[in-house]
């Protein structure tokens, strides 16, 4: 597996964005996105911190992609 970018939770949230996710709600830190197709996931946002590699697997689990569609809309 190639190795995992890492990311901060506004760099994930701008990528699901240009790849069709909108942003349904916040609450806290917790982003909650949403496709047309019906995939869901949520991101936290926190200032200046990096998503971790397990989180990061599962957002990635949860929106349906892999890595490397998830890397081309970075």
């Known amino acids: 597996m190639a190795r995992l970018p890492r990311l901060r ?3 994930i949230i ?7 996710f ?4 916040v609450k806290g830190s917790h ?3 949403r496709h ?3 995939r869901a996931t949520v991101v936290p946002v926190h200032a200046g911190e990096t998503v ?3 989180l990061f ?6 929106a ?3 890595l490397e569609e998830f890397e081309s809309w970075l």
């Open 31 to 33: 982003h909650f996105l």
């Open 9 to 11: 939770g506004k760099e």
């Open 64 to 66: 349906d992609m892999e």
């Open 52 to 54: 971790g590699p397990g």
């Open 57 to 62: 697997i599962k957002i990635l689990r949860d």
């Open 36 to 38: 047309v197709d019906g």
């Open 22 to 25: 909108v942003v349904l709600r």
């Open 14 to 20: 701008a990528a699901l964005r240009r790849a069709g």
